[in-house]
């Protein structure tokens, strides 16, 4: 008898852990990444690290982006954002720089009754401008309405279509003048900026997969100096992205950039 009951707890014991590797292995953690811009004349030359911490829960609790320096090996950190969490929520991001403990710039989240995000307060001490943004969703059409004000008087407003968990039409309004508008389309795998777990102040972890190809217009108010056209990839056996590059429009003096992606 004893050892049969010996046998099931072994064999529990198994199942247990085989349910436990087999979860570690379906949900990685994005450890950190790198960015390298292409160089005229000399070619992807690294230039950021961004790197994540998790708590037991597997809660994003901070990331820390550093730059490189001029050995291309070595970095040093730069700014640092630290995170808090009520009923399983992100309620708060702290932001502060290198070496100091005064925070330049915090985010404070309000959320619906179903768990989407009604809010976001950015409170930024060092440009000395404040804002918030304000969520409308129609979950007849999958439309959002994001309504950006700021504390010096300016405003725009970001509407976006939403289909399979992405983003895949959008525009950029400022009162009646129209600013941009973009169509978007998207692999099949799963993007680990979304799986960070929260919604970021300008919007780039909402899609569920990664972008293909972007068709951005740009009619007035501003003028960005890269514009990206399109993206390739090179996944791991989990079908996460490991290397993405970047390709831009022609006409500027960058025509490609590349994340690395490290997983835990």
């Known amino acids: 008898m004893k050892k049969v009951a010996s046998s099931i707890i072994i064999l529990a014991s198994t199942v247990l852990v085989g349910c436990h590797d087999e979860e570690i292995l379906s949900t990685p953690k994005l450890d950190y990444y790198t960015e390298s811009y292409e160089i005229p004349n000399v070619g992807l030359t690294p230039q950021s690290k961004v790197a994540y911490e998790y708590n037991m829960d597997g809660q994003l609790t901070k990331y820390t982006v550093f730059s490189f320096n001029s050995d291309m090996q070595s970095t040093t950190e730069q700014r640092y954002f630290i995170f808090s969490y009520t009923n399983g929520q992100v309620d708060g991001i702290k932001g502060f720089l290198a070496n100091s403990s005064d925070v330049y710039v915090e985010y404070a989240y309000q959320y619906l009754t179903n768990s989407k995000v009604s809010k976001i307060i950015e409170k930024n001490n060092g440009a000395g401008v404040n804002s918030e943004a304000n969520f409308i969703y129609?979950?007849?059409?999958?439309?959002?309405?994001?309504?950006?004000?700021?504390?010096?008087?300016?405003?725009?407003?970001?509407e976006f279509n939403y289909a399979n968990d992405n983003i895949i039409t959008?525009?950029?309004?400022?009162?009646?003048?129209?600013?941009?508008?973009?169509?978007?389309?998207?692999?099949?795998?799963?993007?680990?900026?979304?799986?960070?777990?929260y919604v970021d102040y300008t919007l780039t972890t909402l899609s569920t997969n990664n972008k293909l190809r972007e068709s951005v217009n740009y009619v007035a108010c501003s003028f960005p100096t890269l514009v990206p056209e399109s993206y390739s990839y090179e996944y791991n056996d989990r079908g996460y992205p490991t290397t993405v590059t970047t390709h831009y429009k022609s006409g500027g003096s960058l025509h490609s950039s590349q994340k690395k992606f490290f997983y835990k």
Not at 138 to 158: H, I, M, P, Q, R
Not at 170 to 197: A, I, V
């Open 138 to 158: 129609d979950l007849s059409t999958n439309v959002v309405k994001v309504s950006y004000t700021y504390s010096n008087g300016s405003a725009f407003e970001y």
């Open 170 to 197: 959008d525009k950029t309004t400022r009162g009646d003048e129209l600013c941009s508008n973009g169509e978007y389309t998207y692999d099949q795998h799963k993007n680990p900026f979304n799986e960070l777990g």
